[in-house]
């Protein structure tokens, strides 16, 4: 599964309360399902789903309220996996598929394949945390971009509740 990036629209506001329009709330889908939903608007929230489909079961409303999905990973292979590869054969193993070989026939082909499952187990650690870093960092990014985006929001519907302020001496003669 990839990372996604999109936006809710709205055609039709069931509820009343979130409005309608083509821009209600940013969406994050990481990796591994994981949906963050950012509502945007004076009464702006986060809520976080186990996946998409969870999100249009609960906002969906019939086709009424769509995700446009802006941006998505390319569906490349992980880029890991030629890290991966690269280390497991300086180990002295192979990416071959093992098929029903069996276990290595001497002790010298045994260690190299305990020592290529130990440098396996650390790279598939460090990915994890790399993937964790990454994730992060993409949540704070989404985040920071979400909550400048619904400060404008709010600057711009507290103009339209208030009227257009008048600045210090705009109505004096000179």
Avoid: C
Wanted: aromatic letters at 4%; zero cysteines; hydrophobic letters at 35%.
């Amino acid at each position: 599964m990839s990372v996604r990036i999109g936006r809710i629209m709205r055609h039709e506001d069931v509820h009343g309360v979130s409005g309608t329009g083509d821009h209600l709330a940013d969406v994050f889908e990481a990796s591994d399902g994981t949906t963050i939903v950012r509502w945007l608007g004076k009464d702006g929230s986060t809520n976080v789903y186990q996946g998409v489909k969870n999100v249009t079961n609960v906002h969906g409303h019939g086709g009424k309220t769509e995700i446009e999905w802006l941006w998505e990973q390319e569906a490349d292979a992980d880029p890991m996996d030629a890290v991966f590869d690269k280390k497991l054969e300086e180990a002295g193993g192979s990416t071959a598929p093992t098929g029903l070989a069996g276990p290595p026939d001497n002790k010298e082909e045994q260690d190299k394949e305990a020592e290529a499952e130990e440098i396996a187990e650390a790279l598939v650690e460090e990915a994890a945390e790399t993937v964790d870093r990454v994730a992060a960092r993409l949540a704070k990014k989404l985040l920071e971009k979400t909550v400048v985006k619904s400060a404008e929001k709010a600057a711009e519907s507290a103009k339209v509740m208030n009227g257009p302020v008048e600045e210090e001496g705009a109505g004096e003669k000179r």
